[in-house]
Structures are given as C-alpha cells and as structure tokens.
C-alpha cells in the first residue's frame, strides 16, 4: 500500500540554522501539507500546497518558513533560521481529490538546541 | 474560525466493552469531519470521514462514528474494544472551503487505554 515518506526521522540543529525537512507524498496525491505538534500539544496546520502554490498557511507559518516542490515527487519544508520553539514533531501529508482524507506521514523530530 | 473538542484528556475501558470516544466541533457552514489514530511513534492513521449522507459513517477496524448536526458532535464508536484499539485518537473538522485551502484543525486528542 503507497504511503507518505519523510527523512530525516529525527534532526538535531542548532539554533539559527536552516533545516529543510523532506516529504516524499503518494505519488497520483495533488495536494500537499505540512502540519506540526509541539510534544504534549495538538496537532497544527502550517500549511497546504496544491496546484504548485500555498494555498493556505496559517499564523504559524512565517516568513522563517517555506515549502517547495522540487520535482515530481518531493515537497520540502524549510526553516530559514530555526528557534528554540520550533522544536516539534512535523508530519507532511497529501491527498489525491478535494474530498478525498489527507495522508500522513510518520514525521520528522526536530531538536533545536 | 473552527475548533474541535475533546473533552476528555482519557478514556478508560474494558476489553469487549463498547467504547465512546467524544468530539464537538466549531465551524462555520457544512462540516467535513474526520478521526485519526496514533500509535506512539508513528504518524496519524486514517479511520473515517464525514463529509456528506448517512450520519453513521462505518470506518476502519470496526470503528464508526456519528454525525449530529443539532449537538454538533461526532462521537468515535466501537460496540467492542479490543487491546490493540490502545493509542491517541484525535477528532478533525475542516471548512467548507474548496480548492486546496482545507487545512485540518485537530482536537488535542484523547488516550484511549482498553484493559484486559
């Protein structure tokens, strides 16, 4: 069964770097997202990608933060110069129609130091 | 701006018990409603949706969950729970809006520990 993929599992950074988190999407799925949960908190949206644009963002999502899709099949996520707050669990996700369930991933742990 | 509520940080049952999981939700026009799971260290797993028709909508592993409009709830269901059905489950709403901007807005999940 297709699933979403991402790498690295586990990033350790310090802190003002840039990381770039990479998500492999199913491979006919049309619309992307990103999505964070700082540990003990829920799940948040940061932002959906389709048609080879954001489509939303939320207030999370800043000018530190970018996605891009590359190629055909990888969607990354960027943090220009990371906080000490930006430390969470990140899970990429896609879906294939509109209606359709969104995917996920098994997340990429990100520790900023 | 939408919400989802899940008022209970733990629910506790008994194997072969039936379970309730609960979820209310907030968002302006017609819901598309959605429950995940998580085992610990894994990502969110897909167990069904409600997006339009029968407001009893069957999932995966046995699980279903009912939409009410007037309470504006949708309550997880299982008639008999099972060990494995131990993990975070987590109730998800997204607006009405179309083309791509439907970002999920996620309850802060409730544990779900079946006993044996």
């Known amino acids: 069964e297709p699933e979403v993929t991402q790498t690295p599992s586990h990033q350790v950074t310090q802190m003002g770097q840039e990381v770039i988190l990479r998500c492999v999407p199913i491979?006919?799925?049309?619309?992307f997202y990103w999505y964070r949960q700082i540990l003990g908190q829920k799940v948040e949206f940061l932002v959906s990608?389709?048609?080879?644009?954001?489509?939303?963002k939320s207030e999370i999502f800043d000018d530190q933060f970018s996605v891009e899709r590359p190629d055909g099949s990888n969607f990354t996520l960027k943090i220009r110069s990371t906080k000490l707050e930006d430390s969470a669990m990140y899970f990429c996700?896609?879906?294939?129609?509109?209606?359709?369930?969104?995917?996920f991933g098994p997340g990429t742990r990100l520790t900023v130091l | 701006a939408q919400s989802v509520a899940q008022p209970e940080d733990q629910v506790n049952v008994a194997e072969g018990n039936p379970l309730t999981v609960k979820c209310t939700y907030s968002?302006?026009?017609?819901?598309?409603l959605f429950w995940y799971v998580q085992y610990p260290n894994r990502g969110l797993q897909f167990l069904l949706k409600y997006i339009t028709g029968d407001n009893l909508v069957k999932g995966s592993y046995g699980f279903e969950a009912e939409f009410n409009k007037s309470q504006t709830s949708f309550h997880l269901k299982k008639p008999s729970a099972l060990v494995s059905d131990s993990a975070l489950y987590f109730c998800a709403v997204r607006g009405p809006s179309g083309g791509g901007a439907d970002g999920l807005t996620f309850g802060k999940g409730t544990h779900l520990i079946i006993q044996p």
């Open positions: 968002v302006s026009g017609n819901p598309y």
């Open positions: 990608f389709y048609n080879n644009e954001i489509s939303e």
């Open positions: 491979s006919n799925h049309l619309y």
């Open positions: 996700a896609s879906k294939q129609r509109e209606y359709n369930e969104q995917f």
